[in-house]
């Protein structure tokens, strides 16, 4: 194409651009941003989760994670590049519409919808009992509806307001991280007892079992399958791809954000990790209590769980927090394509996709009671939904590589923010999550000798084929309505070669998105009501 030919793609691109995201106020800053960044890769993952990895796969789980940080890294690399080609709160679900089309973005709206929905009633369940630490006879439900109403509250505030509560609650936890890792490296680097063993860098192959234990219920290939795992401490890094949308100056703040995640990663997590091992052998490590409350119990410092039991509640909290702020965006994104029902498209003054927040909500309430009712059913449920995690990630890296195919060939402008490495890294990311699925099974068919027990292996063979018929029986129910908003466009807006579909340009005050980025149809408004936007002709 011709350089005249790309800038009027450029800027039909805008112009589809700026109807999505009418109505967001560009409220967080540097600050907001940096510590949303920070934030996200640090979780019950790393606080809680970490402990029974820890014991069944000795000091190799280090490599583990750095292993999967560095796929993270490329993902993340990916991700910068497609926010700054078209910055969108629709992220993901907009630019699977532009690149492969209606269906392929449906998809993946409701998968991503789906993980943060399952993960937000594990989450407000756990909050319920790391409550009781301190209060036992605290009922459950109570907590559920106290957690709930705040982050619910904070929310529907504005975007300032989402950004202030992560900013602290990431504060606190990175604040928790760098405590340990400072009192950490100096029990380290003197060799101080600690528990009756003396810490230092010979505790990696004089551990039980060696550096990499062999004696686990997976032998040796203990430390790889468990990276199906590390997948999911990592999970909600690609949150800053949502938040781009409401930021100040995101071409300034996404790529510092991106190039500090693999320091962030190699700090807090593999760093963390590194000194937990020199510390204590891994067998001292008890799956359900957090190693950095067995490490500072055993230096005497008990109280020292009580301020992890802290950081583990504001963590499920900033969970909570980011699960209904992003949920909100994609069901507006789905709910402009007809996607999705016709109130997930409300907004509230203060440019908060509200309806969609409070859908999400309600199914956190009517989960949770699930949840307490039956537990191992909705152990199935929630791996399931860990699934959406590996899926968002393709679409990812899918659409980084349909957008290089394009750029590369003078079909759209380039992203001033490439990733490097490409085709190969996203390659290379895209086998891995292929791999983790893998893992996923074979890991759940040898943990235990009932079948439904066997959850990783059930969730792949069942629950994800499960899955994707009741999504494809939802296409089928959406379908008609999204042929008719888009006027049967339906595919991606983009061939090798050029625009698949010739924009329509109407002579109006203003202009309204039918089926968001990924096509072209626009018709008419009728002119702008003073008061709250609600889009209720819609």
Known sequence: MSQAEISTSSDFIEESEDAEQEGYKKTLGRRQVQMIAIGGAIGTGLFLGSASRLHDNGPALVLSYAFVGLIAYFLMRSLGELVLYRTTSGAFVSWMREFFGEKAAYYTGWMYWTNWALT?????????LYVQYWWPQMPTWATVLIALAVVLVVNLLSAKAFGEFEFWASVLKVTAIVVF???GLVVVVMSLDVGGHRAGIQNLWSNPGGFWPTDGAFGWAGPILVMSGVVFAYAAIEMVGIAAGEMEDPK??????VNAVIVRIAVFYCGALFLLVCILPTSEFT???SPFVTVFGRMGMPWMASVIQAVLIVAAMSSLNSGLYTTGRVLRSLGIAKQAPG?????????????????TAVVYVFGSVLNALSPDAFEIALEAAAIAVLFTWGTIFVCQLRLRRLSDRGVVPASPFRAPG????????LAFLVFVVIGMAISGWQ?????????????????LPALLVIFEVGWLIVKPRVVEATGGQMLGRWTDDGPRYAPVREAAPKTELIAAVGTARVKPQKPKRTGPTDEKEK
């Open 287 to 289: 799956p359900g209590i």
């Open 181 to 183: 890792l400072a009192v």
């Open 120 to 128: 937000g009633i594990a989450e407000l369940s756990a909050v319920g």
């Open 343 to 359: 109130f997930t498209l409300k907004m509230s003054t203060s440019g908060v996709p509200w309806a969609g927040i409070v859908m």
């Open 422 to 429: 490409t085709p190969w890294t996203s390659y290379l990311g």
């Open 252 to 257: 300034r703040e996404v790529p510092k954000a």
């Open 447 to 463: 943990a235990s000798p009932y079948f439904w027990h066997k959850t990783g292996f059930v969730v792949v063979a069942i629950g």
